[in-house]
Every structure is written in C-alpha cells, then in structure tokens.
C-alpha cells in the first residue's frame, strides 16, 4: 500500500526560507571579516625585526649579511630598520656594506634619508659596492647616479 504524502504547502515563510539563510550567511561572514588578529611582532625571513638588529652587532659577517638583507625587506614597516641600514654601511665588511645597500634599495624611497650615506659609497674601495651604491641612489632617489671609477 502506497503512503500518502501531503502536499507541499506554498506558505510565505517557505518561499522566502533561502533567502533568509543567505541573509544570515551574509551578516555572520561580514562580522567575521571585521575581526583583526590580535597584534604581534613583525616577522621577516622567520625572525622578529628586533633579531635582525641585534645580529648587525654580531661578530659573524654571514650574520651581518643575512640582517642587512632580511631588514631591507622591513624597511617600510619598522621605522628603526633605515638607520639601522644606514648604519651598516660602515661595516668593514664589503659583503655586508653591499647587503645593507641592497636592503636600502629595496626599501624605495623610504631609505631616501639615508642618501647621504649612500652617496659616500660611491667612492667605495669595492667594485661591487660602488655598482650597489649607484643602484641604491637611483632607487631610494628615482635619478640616475654613476659609479666613480677609482
């Protein structure tokens, strides 16, 4: 014996049911879009931006390098990284001098008060340097600068 079934009703309620429940998805996907996640340290290159300038102190010059290059990537968000950058050029270390120029090209015109300094290091004994520093200039500037011969 077949079982009765009884009609689908047509009631208001029942037509305006997706909707509704695209309304509600609506509003809860907007309020979850309004939280921020709770503010933390900066991290650049799997470190905080506090370890990056502390290790332009180290001895080691790989770890001097590998600062100056993970805090050009941090220029922009941390106002201590471009004087930190700046000076790190007078590092006696050419690798480490042409990192931090490297850092402060990639900075853009957020290291434009470092110029100065860059400037300096157009006169560098250091081929490689004097060829970063031009790069640098034109960056942090947007003008063309030569490299002195020396």
């Known amino acids: ?51 990056w ?26 106002p201590r990284v471009v004087p930190a950058l700046e000076r790190t050029l007078r590092d006696p270390s050419a690798l480490v001098r042409s990192a931090a120029l490297l850092g402060l090209a990639k900075s853009g015109t957020v290291g434009l008060p470092a110029a100065a300094a860059v400037d300096t290091l157009l006169q560098d004994p250091h081929p490689q340097v004097r060829a970063d520093a031009a790069l640098t200039a034109r960056r942090i500037r947007g003008e063309r600068v030569e490299v002195q011969p020396r």
């Open 1 to 51: 014996m077949p079982r009765a079934t009884t009609p689908l009703r047509s009631t208001t309620l029942g037509r305006r049911r997706p909707a509704l429940l695209v309304g509600v998805l609506i509003v809860a996907g907007a309020a979850g879009c309004t939280a921020k996640p709770a503010p933390g340290p900066l991290v650049f290159a799997g470190q905080t931006v506090d370890h």
């Open 53 to 78: 300038l502390d290790e332009l102190d180290s001895d080691a010059v790989p770890a001097r390098r590998r600062a100056a290059d993970a805090l050009g990537n941090a220029a922009g968000a941390d």
